[in-house]
């Protein structure tokens, strides 16, 4: 193990995962009325309407979710912790209590790692060791990472088809916007089992990403980097 490699500790492990299992039924079981607000968290109008690289990544029949959070420092220097995401990687930045339970074995990293500072089109990132790697459809070094791909589905694509994208916005020398954008597919093979899933999704999602928005930023402002 390198010994240089910080990973979260024990204390806030704990302390992130009560938070998570508190907000989880409150999002979960108020999501038909919270919808309204949690959808695009913290995004501005022109963020949700304007048209973002990764939209390109989906068909125009989706539904978009733009969540954003304000950042003191500057883009350059979130960056590198926006790049290293992935398991085997530097983990998700989100609740790793949840994480385990779904049997993903991610450890989260505090630290910048040099060996993880760069990323190539077409290359898969891993969410779940059973689950095939997402790839990366488009991305502008220290500005934004697209993951998706395009074209026509085939019998191999997800069912809704999705792309998941970061997008780095300097706002000033000093701090920047960081964003996150999904968009969602409709099903092409809608059934009553398939909606209830991605309706039990969705607010998971919002969870999970608020979380991972809180934890880059904490990092990126007070971690040196």
């Given amino acids: 193990m390198d010994t240089d490699i910080i990973y979260r500790s024990r204390f806030r492990f704990i302390c992130e995962g009560i938070e998570g299992l508190v907000l989880l039924p409150l999002i979960v079981l108020s999501w038909p009325l919270s919808k309204k607000w949690l959808a695009n968290w913290g995004a501005t109008p022109s963020e949700c309407s304007r048209s973002w690289p990764g939209d390109t990544l989906t068909s125009s029949s989706v539904e978009t979710f733009t969540r954003a959070i304000d950042i003191e420092v500057s883009a350059e220097r979130v960056w590198p912790w926006v790049v290293q995401f992935g398991l085997d990687r530097a983990g998700f930045y989100s609740y790793e209590f949840f994480e385990r339970l779904l049997g993903i074995p991610v450890r989260n990293v505090e630290t910048i790692l040099p060996a993880f500072g760069s990323l190539e089109?077409?290359?898969?990132?891993?969410?779940?060791?059973?689950?095939?790697?997402?790839?990366?459809?488009?991305?502008?070094?220290?500005?934004?990472?697209?993951?998706?791909?395009?074209?026509?589905?085939?019998?191999?694509?997800?069912?809704?088809?999705?792309?998941?994208?970061?997008?780095?916005?300097?706002?000033?020398?000093?701090?920047c916007r960081l964003i996150l954008r999904s968009c969602v597919e409709e099903l092409r093979k809608?059934?009553?089992?398939?909606?209830?899933?991605?309706?039990?999704?969705?607010?998971?999602?919002?969870?999970?990403e608020q979380r991972m928005l809180r934890?880059?930023?904490?990092?990126?402002?007070?971690?040196?980097?």
Avoid at 139 to 151: K, N, V
Avoid at 190 to 208: G, N, T
């Fill in 190 to 208: 809608p059934s009553i089992p398939k909606q209830l899933s991605l309706a039990f999704e969705v607010p998971i999602d919002f969870l999970m």
């Fill in 121 to 175: 089109l077409g290359m898969e990132i891993k969410l779940h060791p059973n689950a095939p790697g997402i790839p990366v459809g488009d991305l502008l070094e220290t500005r934004h990472i697209c993951f998706g791909q395009a074209g026509e589905p085939t019998a191999a694509t997800p069912d809704p088809r999705r792309s998941w994208s970061i997008y780095i916005e300097p706002h000033t020398q000093n701090s």
């Fill in 215 to 225: 934890t880059i930023r904490r990092l990126a402002e007070n971690v040196k980097s």
